[in-house]
């Protein structure tokens, strides 16, 4: 009986570990999407800054 008590806690354990392991794995990749987004529009904004200020001579 006893044996079958420690198996059973074992794999609860196990399946509580998976759990958390995958929610990790969720939260890394949320907040990898999240800064492959905001490299992407720093990455637009300073095109845009460049751009302006190459075009803002030819303005004046």
Do not use: Y
């Not at 890394?28 to 987004?37: G, I, L, P, Q, R």
Request: aromatic share 2%.
């Amino acid at each position: 009986m006893l044996s079958i008590s420690k198996t059973r806690a074992k794999d609860r354990f196990a399946a509580i570990e998976k759990s958390q392991k995958k929610a990790l794995d969720e939260g890394e990749e949320k907040a990898m999407k999240v800064s492959e987004k905001t490299s992407r529009l720093k990455a637009i904004r300073l095109a845009k800054e460049t751009l302006d200020k190459e075009q803002s001579p030819l303005k004046k």
